[in-house]
């Protein structure tokens, strides 16, 4: 079975004013990603390098940082990530839709995996990823998370799960 994780940054792995304590239950960590400082949980790092072990499994960042997550973001939060794809904004068709539904579009007609789990903080906002997303039905799970404090213990256990188990 062929399966593809799609990735976002900002808002999923790196919250936006993250205050507190993480969902994981300890405190944020903040580190230089070369760029600009970022936020993050330890835990939800090990959960995504876990999971990125996962037979058969493709990881692809799908984020605004493009190449400059593999480059920086990976080695400041110790994420095993340096060799995944990732996708692009001035590789898909023109258009004035939202970029990333593009570039997912394509790279799924392209590559046609049985599963696809897409994780975007801003997913909830994009009806017509939604709508695409119903469209492929069980094929697929998105994952929206609160940009204020990335991705949860039961959302990475969702995508786990998703990708892991069976299809249908």
Do not use: Y
């Given at each position: 079975?062929?399966?593809?994780?799609y990735?976002?940054?900002d808002?999923?792995?790196?919250?936006?004013?993250?205050?507190?304590?993480?969902?994981w239950g300890?405190?944020?960590?903040?580190?230089d990603?070369?760029?600009?400082p970022?936020?993050?949980?330890a835990e939800?790092?090990?959960?995504?390098?876990t999971?990125?072990?996962?037979?058969?499994?493709?990881?692809?960042?799908?984020?605004s940082?493009?190449?400059l997550?593999?480059?920086y973001?990976?080695?400041?939060?110790?994420?095993?990530?340096?060799?995944w794809?990732?996708?692009a904004?001035?590789?898909?068709?023109?258009?004035?839709?939202w970029?990333?539904?593009?570039?997912?579009q394509?790279?799924?007609?392209?590559?046609?995996?049985?599963?696809?789990?897409?994780?975007?903080?801003?997913?909830?906002?994009?009806?017509?990823?939604?709508?695409?997303?119903?469209?492929?039905?069980?094929?697929?799970?998105?994952?929206?998370?609160d940009?204020?404090?990335?991705?949860?213990?039961?959302?990475?256990?969702?995508?786990?799960?998703?990708?892991?188990?069976?299809?249908?």
């Open positions: 079975m062929k399966r593809t994780l990735l976002d940054v808002g999923v792995i790196c919250p936006f004013g993250p205050t507190g304590p993480t969902a300890s405190a944020w960590r903040r580190t990603a070369g760029l600009l970022v936020a993050f949980a939800l790092v090990a959960g995504l390098n999971l990125a072990r996962t037979p058969g499994l493709r990881c692809v960042w799908l984020t940082w493009e190449e997550a593999p480059q973001l990976c080695p400041a939060v110790g994420l095993d990530g340096t060799r794809p990732f996708l904004a001035d590789g898909t068709a023109g258009g004035n839709g970029w990333k539904l593009s570039a997912i394509e790279d799924v007609e392209e590559t046609r995996p049985d599963a696809v789990a897409w994780i975007d903080d801003q997913l909830a906002f994009e009806a017509e990823a939604q709508h695409w997303a119903r469209f492929l039905g069980r094929r697929i799970l998105t994952v929206s998370p940009p204020r404090h990335g991705i949860s213990p039961t959302e990475l256990a969702r995508v786990a799960d998703f990708l892991a188990g069976p299809l249908f």
